[in-house]
C-alpha cells in the first residue's frame, strides 16, 4: 500500500486542490462521500465542521471509498481531526476551498486546524 499526498495551499488558512489517497490493488469502484451530502453548505460563512466530520466518520470506514470536497465552493471549518486508519484505497479528494475561520482565537483548538492522521 502507498501513501500519496499533494497539497496546494495559498495561505496558511485555506486548503484547496489536494488528493490524499491511498493506493489500493481494489480499483475506484468505491462509494462516493461527499461532504453536501451531510449538510455542508459551502458559501464560506456557514460552519460545515460537523458536516465534514460526518462525512469523514462514514468515509475512512469504507473500502475504496472517496471522501468528495466538491469545486466551486468554500468551506467554512473550525479544527477537524480525520484521523484512521482508512480502508485500502481511501481518497480524500479536494476541489473546493476549505478555509478556517478568520480569527484563530475563535478556533476550538488554537494549535492545530486541520489534522490527518493514522491513514
Known sequence: MAVEAQLITSSNRYLRAST???ASTQGSNGRSFGVQNYGAVGDGEHDDTEAF????????????ATLNVPGGK???VNNLNFQGPCQP???FQVDGIIVA??????WKS????LLIKHL
Request: net charge neutral; glycine share 4%; no cysteine.
Open 74 to 76: 468554500t468551506f467554512l
Open 53 to 64: 466530520t460526518r462525512a469523514w466518520n462514514d468515509a475512512y470506514k469504507a473500502s475504496s
Open 89 to 91: 484505497g481511501f481518497t
Open 101 to 106: 475561520p478568520e480569527n484563530p482565537s475563535s
Open 110 to 113: 488554537t494549535y492545530v486546524w
Open 20 to 22: 490524499i489517497s491511498l
